[in-house]
C-alpha cells in the first residue's frame, strides 16, 4: 500500500525524481498564480465589481482579521508569507473532490518544507521587528539556562507542525482507500466529505500556528510597554 | 519462530496497543478541552470568537500525540524498517 504520492516517480535521473508530489504541487502554484492575477488584472474600487474580487478581497481580510487578533500589530507585514501558507494547505485539501487527485500535503517532504519555512520565518520577522539583540534576549527569555531548552522548543515545534498537518491527511486519504476495500460505495464518500472538514481546519490551524510562533518571536518589547501600562493603570486607581 | 515471524508479531501487536491507548487518552483530553470551552462559551458568549481560537489551537496541540501514534502505527505496519531489513537479508 502507498503511504504518500512520493512513490509514485514519473521521470529519474540521478538524485532528481520527479514525483506526483512535486507535479502537484507545481500544479497547485501555477493555479493559485494565475488566478490571483487574472483576479487582480483590474481591480475595481465601484461598488459594481467582479465577483472573484469580492471573493479574494473576504479571504484576504479575513486572514488579516485573524492575524491581527493573535497579536500582531501589523498584518500586512505578515499577511503574504501566513496568507500564502493558508491559502496553499486550504487549496491543496480542497481539490480532494476531484477524482484521482492526492494532496501533496500528505507527503512528509511537503509538510518539512513548510515547516522549515515557518521556522526560519520566525528569527527573520524577530530581527526585523526588533533588532538581533533583541531576539537573542527573547530566546534567553527566563534566563541564560533556558537557551538550550528554548531551542529545542523551536525545533520540536517545527517537527510537531510537519507531523500534525502530514498525518492528518495522509489518514484522510487511507481511510477512504481502506474503506473502499470494505464498503465500496457509500462510506468513501462520507469519510472525503470529513476529509474536507479537516483539511480545512488543519489550513487554519497551520496558518495561526505560525503566526503565533511569529507573535511569540517579537513579543519581548510589546510585553514590557503592557506590564507598565497595567501598571499605571493599577497607580491610577490607588 | 524465526525473526521475521516475530517481528511480524510483535509489530502488529504493538501497533494496535498504540492505536488503543494514543487514540484513548487524547479523545479523552481533547473531550475535556471542549467541555470547559463551551462552558466558557455559555458564561461569556461575547468573547466566543477568542475562545474558540484558543480552543482550536489546544485540540491541534493535544492530537499532536495522537497523530504521532497513529504515524508510528502506520509505519510498524506498512512501512517497518526491520521487516524490509529481514525481507532483503
Same mark, same amino acid.
Given at each position: 500500500?502507498?503511504l504518500?504520492?512520493?512513490?509514485?516517480?514519473f521521470w529519474e535521473?540521478?538524485?532528481i525524481?520527479?514525483n506526483? #508530489?512535486i507535479v #502537484?504541487?507545481?500544479?497547485?502554484?501555477?493555479?493559485?498564480?494565475?488566478?490571483?492575477?487574472?483576479?487582480?488584472?483590474?481591480?475595481? =474600487?465601484?461598488?459594481k465589481?467582479?465577483?472573484?474580487?469580492?471573493?479574494? *478581497?473576504m479571504?484576504v481580510?479575513?486572514?488579516?482579521d485573524q492575524?491581527?487578533?493573535i497579536?500582531?500589530? *501589523?498584518?500586512?507585514?505578515? +499577511?503574504?508569507?501566513?496568507?500564502t501558507l493558508?491559502?496553499?494547505?486550504?487549496?491543496?485539501?480542497?481539490?480532494?473532490?476531484?477524482?484521482?487527485? *492526492?494532496?501533496? #500535503?500528505?507527503?512528509?517532504? #511537503?509538510t518539512a518544507?513548510?515547516a522549515?519555512?515557518?521556522?526560519?520565518?520566525?528569527?527573520?520577522?524577530g530581527?526585523a521587528?526588533?533588532?538581533?539583540?533583541?531576539?537573542?534576549?527573547?530566546? &534567553?527569555?527566563?534566563?541564560?539556562?533556558? +537557551?538550550?531548552?528554548n531551542i529545542m522548543?523551536?525545533?520540536?515545534?517545527?517537527?510537531?507542525l510537519?507531523?500534525?498537518?502530514f498525518?492528518n491527511?495522509?489518514?484522510?486519504?487511507?481511510?477512504?482507500?481502506i474503506?473502499? =476495500?470494505i464498503?465500496?460505495?457509500f462510506?468513501?464518500?462520507?469519510?472525503?466529505a470529513?476529509?474536507?472538514?479537516?483539511?480545512?481546519l488543519? &489550513?487554519?490551524?497551520? &496558518?495561526?500556528? &505560525?503566526a503565533?510562533?511569529?507573535?511569540?518571536?517579537?513579543?519581548?518589547?510589546?510585553?514590557?510597554?503592557?506590564?507598565?501600562?497595567? *501598571?499605571?493603570?493599577?497607580d491610577?486607581?490607588? | 519462530m524465526d525473526?521475521?515471524?516475530i517481528?511480524g508479531?510483535?509489530?502488529i501487536?504493538?501497533a494496535?496497543?498504540?492505536?488503543?491507548?494514543?487514540?484513548?487518552?487524547p479523545s479523552?483530553?481533547?473531550?475535556?478541552?471542549?467541555?470547559?470551552?463551551?462552558?466558557?462559551?455559555?458564561?461569556q458568549?461575547?468573547s466566543?470568537?477568542?475562545?474558540?481560537?484558543?480552543?482550536?489551537?489546544?485540540?491541534?496541540?493535544?492530537?499532536?500525540?495522537?497523530?504521532?501514534?497513529?504515524?508510528?502505527?502506520?509505519?510498524?505496519?506498512?512501512?517497518n524498517?526491520?521487516?524490509?531489513?529481514?525481507?532483503?537479508l
Amino acid at each position: 500500500m502507498r503511504l504518500s504520492p512520493d512513490q509514485i516517480v514519473f521521470w529519474e535521473y540521478g538524485f532528481i525524481h520527479i514525483n506526483l #508530489t512535486i507535479v #502537484t504541487t507545481w500544479a497547485l502554484m501555477i493555479l493559485l498564480v494565475v488566478g490571483a492575477w487574472l483576479i487582480t488584472r483590474n481591480m475595481k =474600487s465601484e461598488i459594481k465589481r467582479s465577483r472573484w474580487q469580492n471573493i479574494l *478581497e473576504m479571504i484576504v481580510l479575513i486572514i488579516r482579521d485573524q492575524i491581527k487578533e493573535i497579536g500582531l500589530k *501589523e498584518p500586512d507585514k505578515y +499577511l503574504g508569507f501566513i496568507g500564502t501558507l493558508f491559502l496553499f494547505i486550504a487549496v491543496s485539501s480542497l481539490f480532494t473532490i476531484v477524482p484521482w487527485y *492526492e494532496p501533496p #500535503t500528505g507527503s512528509l517532504s #511537503t509538510t518539512a518544507a513548510l515547516a522549515l519555512s515557518v521556522l526560519i520565518s520566525v528569527p527573520v520577522f524577530g530581527i526585523a521587528e526588533s533588532g538581533f539583540k533583541a531576539y537573542l534576549r527573547s530566546l &534567553a527569555q527566563p534566563n541564560f539556562l533556558m +537557551l538550550p531548552l528554548n531551542i529545542m522548543g523551536e525545533i520540536s515545534r517545527t517537527i510537531s507542525l510537519a507531523f500534525r498537518l502530514f498525518g492528518n491527511m495522509m489518514s484522510g486519504g487511507l481511510i477512504a482507500s481502506i474503506l473502499i =476495500s470494505i464498503a465500496p460505495f457509500f462510506f468513501p464518500i462520507i469519510m472525503d466529505a470529513l476529509g474536507l472538514l479537516t483539511g480545512m481546519l488543519q &489550513a487554519y490551524i497551520f &496558518a495561526i500556528l &505560525a503566526a503565533v510562533y511569529i507573535a511569540a518571536g517579537m513579543q519581548n518589547e510589546e510585553r514590557k510597554t503592557v506590564k507598565s501600562g497595567s *501598571e499605571k493603570e493599577l497607580d491610577t486607581q490607588i | 519462530m524465526d525473526s521475521i515471524t516475530i517481528i511480524g508479531l510483535v509489530s502488529i501487536i504493538t501497533a494496535g496497543i498504540t492505536m488503543a491507548i494514543g487514540g484513548m487518552m487524547p479523545s479523552i483530553a481533547e473531550g475535556k478541552a471542549v467541555v470547559r470551552a463551551l462552558e466558557s462559551i455559555a458564561q461569556q458568549p461575547d468573547s466566543s470568537p477568542t475562545i474558540t481560537r484558543t480552543l482550536f489551537i489546544g485540540l491541534a496541540m493535544i492530537e499532536t500525540s495522537l497523530i504521532y501514534c497513529f504515524v508510528i502505527s502506520m509505519i510498524l505496519i506498512f512501512a517497518n524498517p526491520f521487516w524490509n531489513y529481514f525481507v532483503d537479508l
